[in-house]
């Protein structure tokens, strides 16, 4: 049998997922779920009033996660392909959004488009949401494109481009599909950090499941159980969504 040392260094050296990361994920998951059901049926005052607020929060925070998540990645995709155009004015616009949204925080960004860019138009708080997140996450996905699309040898676009194909295809048939078992996990992992951050847009008062329960912990002043009902269920939701990354990470290294 091998022993702790030589499993820890197993997790660390072979790419994939080990024994102890498959019962760590075990526990956190299976632990956080079973507190999800159990508080609310040991004490129902105030555990089963909390998660009552929450169904219309939750679905609230879907929302933004998922909006935010296409629209992110749309954006990142174009602007590592702007980065890689051969136009200048492009390239150079590319650039400087990935620079400038990286150097501000996310929290910020939320602000100023709520509040200022609300003066020139009309935007409603999921809207401005949606928009702040997916602008800050699309620069860091954006980088996360171009690393892994750097990664693949420059000598099968070349390769693709002598067999008659047009830069264009070259990336979208050859480069692209092999970046994609590179930048994978990362991506996954920018998701389920968005995810979490979702929580920030409550400030703007988008009614996510943070802010439902904030608004039951200022009346009923239970914030302790309110906030690890909350906590609960972003774990469960990240712990979820991170296995589901590790899947889909499996059968495209397997390749099916």
């Known amino acids: 049998m091998a022993s702790l040392r030589d499993r820890i260094s197993d997790a660390i ?18 632990g956080a ?13 105030p555990y089963l ?22 629209f992110a990645l749309l954006l990142g995709m ?11 004015l492009f390239n150079l616009i590319a650039s400087l959004y990935t620079e400038v949204i990286r150097g501000i925080p996310l929290l910020v960004q939320i602000f100023y488009i709520y509040y200022v860019v609300a003066r020139l138009i009309q935007l409603p708080p999921i809207v401005s949401a949606v928009m702040g997140m997916a602008i800050c ?3 860091y996905i954006a980088e996360i494109l171009r690393g892994g699309i750097q990664s693949i040898p420059k000598g099968q676009m070349e390769a693709a481009i002598a067999l008659g194909l047009s830069r264009w295809q070259a990336i979208r ?6 970046t994609l078992k590179v930048v994978l996990p990362p991506i996954g992992n920018e998701c389920i950090a968005l995810l979490k951050d979702s929580s920030l847009v409550s400030i703007i008062a988008v009614i996510d499941i943070f802010r ?7 009346v009923k002043y239970f914030y302790f159980e309110s906030y690890t009902m909350v906590a609960l269920v972003y774990l469960v939701l990240t ?8 899947i889909l990470e499996k059968r495209l290294h397997h390749g099916r």
């Open 13 to 30: 050296l072979i790419p994939g997922e080990s024994s102890l990361q498959r019962i760590a994920w075990n526990v956190a998951f299976w």
């Open 78 to 88: 174009l602007t590592v392909l702007a980065r890689m155009s051969r136009f200048a």
């Open 137 to 139: 996450y699309g620069a």
């Open 212 to 218: 439902r329960a904030r608004e039951y912990a200022s």
């Open 33 to 45: 779920l079973t507190a999800l059901v159990v508080l609310p049926l040991v004490k129902p005052t």
């Open 239 to 246: 712990l979820f969504f991170s296995r589901l990354v590790n």
């Open 49 to 70: 009033e909390i998660v009552s607020f929450f169904p219309d929060g939750l679905w609230i925070t879907f929302q933004v996660t998922l909006l935010s998540i296409v």
């Open 173 to 178: 048939l050859v480069v692209l599909p092999q």
